[in-house]
């Protein structure tokens, strides 16, 4: 058994049950001790599973009834190990710290394995670090904790999104990237949001091919393995009760933007001067200003119409900004215009500006209550558990709320026969909204708030400034076109995605069933027969409302209602034999055959209709006009025999070799199936007779290579597909997409070397490993032209590495029985190239390096993946304060000194009549088609510069990923106190920030609106800052056409720490809860904890945590979450 696992256990028994009423008679005293003499408090001193006492402050216990016939007892303690000794009238006992790591139990593919012989390379997380956590999606808790492990997390919305995850970098450009999830021995292909992290007992991370070989199809790119909790056999039963209530709030950092309308329409009145003093700027004029009076006018008199809006009363004959270019002190915030009510007659409205990001964000409630019991006996075990979670959005109208369920027990129905089971059902119900991810959405509430004005209202106030309520009720808000006000505001016009927000409807109800049904033959002579069947099924209905009374689709067509409904269903087989065998006492064999089919279906089914009746009708009888439906379905499977063979010889040397053998429907069957293999072997040195290293306790060596598949691409790409099209009435088909029946698996060879230590007694532990993933015959597209019909098709083109280093270090500072510290670190080292691209995908070429554009980034031989091109900036034109952009003008023929001899027969370079350096065209010989000889010039391209984007070249961004990633965490316990601090972080990588580019240029363009950031008033270019870093400032198109956000000014560094949780608790004392619960309570504990509390990175705004390219102010913020809560054990 899992020695931790076991003391985890023991610990949360530690207060005992009620003692038996048949006792013995007599008082009997002990102490209890750690190995440097301390005494040992709260130490349990059990019979059986009993406790039946509790050491005190000063190590001592009293025995007064024990019962009938108990010869013994067993005193434990966390981080101790469990000591049984004789009943006597006195008892000294001295415990021994436990720091056998490598005899740790993990859970591996198809089974468990005790470290120690563990020849792969794998990271275990246990429950307590993951439970203290409070997210929607268990698998956040990994983010810092595992070396190789990088989690990008897409969005904050209340279930979690579904976070990005790569073990050991990217193998692939189209085929997938993400890791294997295994649930209880079996494939998930569900949402981890359905899984309720209480019920989790380990994290398992498998990243080299001995430890994912096995399975083979799908373990490329690693795999995470979660076994839920399950019942240790013990008398009696036992319930535990969690409850957590806390604050979600918005982590995301705002850019430094201007907030204050007073600050922006003087930034922009600022920018409509400049727009008029540097039209003519250039070397024709020499660079002279236009005049500044008539600048100044120029400002006052475009200023509401290229903004739309004045949102301040000016007094006549006045101007808003005055000539030193500060607001105007006369004028007050708010404005009364003349408009139309709804009937068309005169109307007055109060135009004020309202701030959108308070508006839209709001601090939420979470709450989650969970409840399990475990009982079991010799012949049965049985886990129940049953969890709640509320989780509201810190964007309004938006929530998750979850109902989980589990079951899982299992019978020994004989002494070679078990049973057991597995069943869970959740049901979810969550509520987002739309356009999250699209930046060019007027519906997008996350790009709005971040990037409108702070000069315009969000609601229609009437002329006294009341917000205005319609006659059903609603809230009336400013669209931002001219109707009931004369004014247009340019800015996403009409568009208001608060209203949006508070009118429409964007919700989904989803069920989850995973139910595993299994069992275990014992055959004898070290035989085992497993079989394990598994049915996942989802059943979802989404339903997504436009009302029909105010926004686009409103007037359109009256509003409009989709229901979706999908159904996706999934069995998994398996049979396992399994052999087990020592002989002569040294030899130890283990053996596995297999055979697995996964069979995946899909089906989904929705509509549309359109003029609706009534808003709150979420069906689609509420609409009057029909959409247009739709259904599709789906299929996919696999299947594969595998085997595996372990060896080891006197606990010390270790061999062992897997095979798989798997067919994947996504391939033609002439080419389904394909054979995967590891060989992996380690050696404990530290057992050796001649290794007498006494502060080494334990030193493991071990290495692996073997080769996993990838078939991460959609399904039938193997077969040409059309789509069915009326034409006039007639059939007609129209391509859609070109098959390739030559298409096969992606394969990864996976290479890996570490040791594995255990120092100063267990004091410092941890492991070091260098791999190197090669991938090749990548799945990838290959562009066609369009006289084919057809834009692409996929192939297996080119080839990726990965190659890297892995550390993980643990060490226990300080380790008494009242006090201990310890302090873990890990970090990872990688360079992510694509070796090889084929001939026909090589379509330009960048410094060098030859390959093919796709979107923003350039995939060439010797490259990173997700490589940006971008224009490369020459630096701000000190006369102009333009932008200039390097570019490849001509070509200029290379020249080399022209040398003659002088007077005493010397070759020195000739000099012409001034005395200047004579230099001579440099030539070089070449052979034309015919044979002929000739001397051409050596010709190269001239590096200039260009104002102009549109004229300038583009050069390779800095590599992306990261020169150092990983993670390190504290722990403290004190008395029954303790503290965890956990930190994420990455060291190197670029990032694009697109929105700060934005930013700087929200002032620029025919119109105004956009928001601004601070930066573009103090460190762009002037008359008095020449050598500024950003252009100048300047409203109009004159100035933008010229500038692009994809320059290299803005790819800055993507390092940032991240603080990712603090947790203090307490746990009450045996003793009290002993006086006072009288033996009811085994524990308590009562805790606080923050998560995603704060992080660092460039400048304030910039999160490279969710994303490995460009930034993503569109997407929901990430949640910070305050919260405090008890866990009760009976």
């Known amino acids: 058994m899992n020695k931790k696992l076991a003391l985890l256990s023991l610990s949360l028994l530690m207060a005992g049950g009620a003692v038996a009423q048949n006792t013995a008679t007599g008082q009997m005293i002990g102490h209890v001790s750690d190995p440097d003499g301390q005494p040992v408090a709260r130490a349990a001193v059990k019979v059986g599973e009993r406790v039946v006492a509790v050491t005190d402050k000063n190590g001592n216990f009293t025995l007064t009834k024990l019962p009938a016939g108990t010869r013994s007892v067993t005193i434990s303690y966390i981080g101790m190990k469990s000591i049984k000794t004789s009943v006597s009238s006195t008892m000294n006992v001295t415990m021994e710290w436990d720091n056998a790591n490598l005899d740790e139990v993990m859970v591996v593919a198809y089974g468990t394995a005790k470290k120690s012989s563990f020849t792969g390379s794998a990271a275990t997380i246990k429950a307590d670090d993951i439970n203290k956590l409070q997210v929607a999606n268990p698998v956040e808790g990994l983010k810092g904790r595992v070396a190789g492990v990088q989690i990008y997390s897409n969005s904050g919305r209340p279930d979690g999104g579904t976070p990005t995850i790569r073990i050991r970098g990217i193998s692939s450009i189209n085929a997938g990237n993400d890791p294997l999830i295994i649930v209880d021995g079996a494939p998930y292909p569900g949402d981890l949001s359905s899984i309720n992290q209480q019920d989790i007992e380990t994290f398992s991370v498998l990243k080299d091919a001995a430890s994912a070989a096995l399975y083979g199809a799908r373990g490329a790119n690693g795999v995470i393995i979660i076994t839920t909790k399950r019942t240790r056999s013990h008398h009696g039963a036992r319930v535990t009760f969690d409850a957590k209530w806390g604050v979600n709030q918005v982590a995301q950092q705002r850019y430094e933007t201007v907030r204050d309308a007073a600050g922006y329409y ?60 500060k607001l105007n002190p006369a004028a007050t915030l708010g404005r009364v215009v003349k408009g139309k009510d709804a009937s068309g007659k005169p109307f007055d409205y109060t135009i004020t500006p309202d701030d959108w990001y308070e508006l839209a964000y709001r601090p939420a409630l979470r709450q989650e209550y969970n409840l399990n019991v475990a009982k079991g006996n010799d012949n049965s075990n049985i886990y129940f558990s049953m969890g709640y979670l509320d989780n509201k959005g810190i964007l309004q109208n938006t ?60 609601y229609l106030r009437d002329g006294k400034g009341n917000i205005m309520v319609d006659n059903m009720g609603f809230t009336r808000y400013d669209y931002g076109k001219k109707g009931y006000l004369p004014m247009n505001r340019p800015f996403l016009s009409y568009s208001n995605p608060l209203s949006d927000n508070a009118l429409n409807y964007n919700g989904e109800n989803t069920h989850t069933l995973n139910a595993n049904v299994g069992a ?143 067919a994947s429907s996504r391939f033609h069957p002439d080419h389904r199936w394909g054979n995967f293999w590891s060989l992996s072997g380690a050696w404990i040195i530290s057992k050796e007779s001649f290794f007498n290293v006494k502060w080494v306790d334990e030193l493991k060596l071990k290495a692996s290579y073997g080769e996993q598949g990838n078939d991460g691409i959609k399904d039938y790409l193997y077969t040409t597909t059309y789509t069915f099209k009326n034409s006039n009435g007639k059939l007609a088909l129209v391509p859609r997409l070109l098959g390739n029946e030559k298409i096969s698996w992606e394969k990864n060879g996976n290479f890996n070397v570490g040791v594995e230590f255990s120092l100063f007694k267990g004091r410092l532990s941890g492991q070091v490993e260098v791999f190197n993933r090669s991938t090749h015959d990548m799945l990838s597209t290959y562009s066609l032209p369009r006289s084919y019909g057809f834009t692409s098709f996929y192939d297996n083109l080119g080839n990726m590495s990965n190659r890297g280093v892995e550390v993980e270090l643990n060490a226990e500072l300080v380790r008494t029985s009242k006090f201990s510290w310890s302090v873990g670190v890990n970090f990872t080292h990688y360079k992510n190239q694509i070796t090889s691209i084929p001939d026909q ?4 070429e960048y410094e060098g390096h030859k390959g093919y554009e796709s979107g923003n980034f350039f995939y060439g031989e010797g490259l990173p993946m997700w490589t940006r091109f971008l224009y490369r900036s020459a630096g701000v034109d000190e006369k102009t304060g333009e932008m200039t952009y390097y570019t490849w003008a001509y070509r200029y023929d290379l020249t080399k000194p022209k040398m003659v001899k002088d007077a005493n027969g010397k070759e020195v370079q000739q000099l012409d009549r001034w005395g200047e ?83 700087m240029n929200g002032l620029s363009g025919e119109f105004g609106g956009s928001a601004v950031h601070k930066d573009a008033l103090t460190k762009t270019w002037s008359p008095t800052n020449r050598h500024a870093k950003y252009p100048r400032l300047q409203a109009g198109t004159a100035l933008s056409t010229n500038s692009s956000a994809d320059v290299d000014t803005y790819y800055v560094s993507a390092s940032f720490l991240s603080l990712n949780n603090i947790n203090f608790g307490y746990t009450v004392p045996k003793e009290f809860l002993y006086r006072y619960a009288k033996g009811q309570v085994q524990n308590l504990r009562l805790y606080v904890s923050a998560d995603n509390v704060h992080y660092w990175s460039a400048r304030k705004g910039l999160d490279p945590r969710q994303s490995v390219s460009t930034t993503k102010q569109v997407q929901y913020s990430p949640v910070r979450t305050i919260s405090g809560g008890l866990t009760l054990t009976f």
């Open 399 to 458: 929530d998750f709320k979850r109902i989980t369920s589990r079951l899982k027990a299992d019978w020994n129905a004989k002494d070679w026969l078990n049973f057991n089971t597995n069943i869970t059902y959740t049901n979810s119900q969550s509520h987002n909204v739309e356009g999250e991810g699209d930046a060019n959405s007027s519906g997008s509430i996350f790009g709005l708030v971040n990037n409108i004005a702070p000069i315009y209202p969000a």
């Open 917 to 999: 350096p004579v230099y001579e065209i440099l030539k070089k010989k070449v052979t034309d088609a015919n044979g002929k000889v000739e001397e051409v010039p050596v010709a190269k391209d001239r590096l200039t510069k260009t104002t102009l984007a549109s004229e300038a070249s583009y050069f390779l961004g800095k590599d992306p990923h990261p020169d150092l990633y990983g993670g390190f965490n504290t722990r403290l316990t004190y008395a029954g106190f303790d503290l965890g601090i956990d930190f994420s972080f990455q060291l190197g990588g670029h990032i694009l920030d697109k929105d700060y580019a934005n930013l």
């Open 266 to 325: 003087e930034a922009y009145h600022r920018a409509l001067r400049n727009e008029s003093l540097y039209e003519n700027l250039n070397a024709q004029n020499n660079y002279q200003l236009g005049d500044e009076k008539a600048a100044y006018e120029f400002a006052n008199k475009n200023m509401q119409e290229r903004l739309g809006y004045l949102t301040y009363t000016v007094p006549d004959g006045q101007n808003l900004v005055l000539e030193n270019g």
């Open 520 to 662: 275990d033959v014992l055959l004898g002579k070290g035989f085992k027969f497993v079989t394990n069947n598994t049915l996942y099924l989802i059943s979802s209905r989404g339903e997504n409302l436009s009302n029909p009374y105010y926004g686009q689709s409103a007037e359109s067509s009256k509003g409009f209602v989709s229901v979706g409904s999908d159904l996706r269903v999934r069995h998994n087989f398996q049979q396992l034999l399994n052999y087990t065998r020592t002989f002569a006492g040294i030899h130890n064999v283990e053996a596995l055959v297999g055979h697995e089919y996964y069979r995946s279906k899909s089906y989904s089914l929705s509509g549309t209709r359109t003029n609706l009746v009534d808003h709150k009708n979420h069906e689609l009888g509420g609409g009057l006009e029909n959409g247009t439906p739709s259904s599709s379905a789906g299929l996919y499977n696999t299947e594969g025999w595998f085997a595996r063979a372990n060896y080891s010889l006197f606990d010390r040397y270790f061999a062992s070799a897997s095979f798989r053998r798997d």
């Open 841 to 844: 995908k090589k379509l330009k």
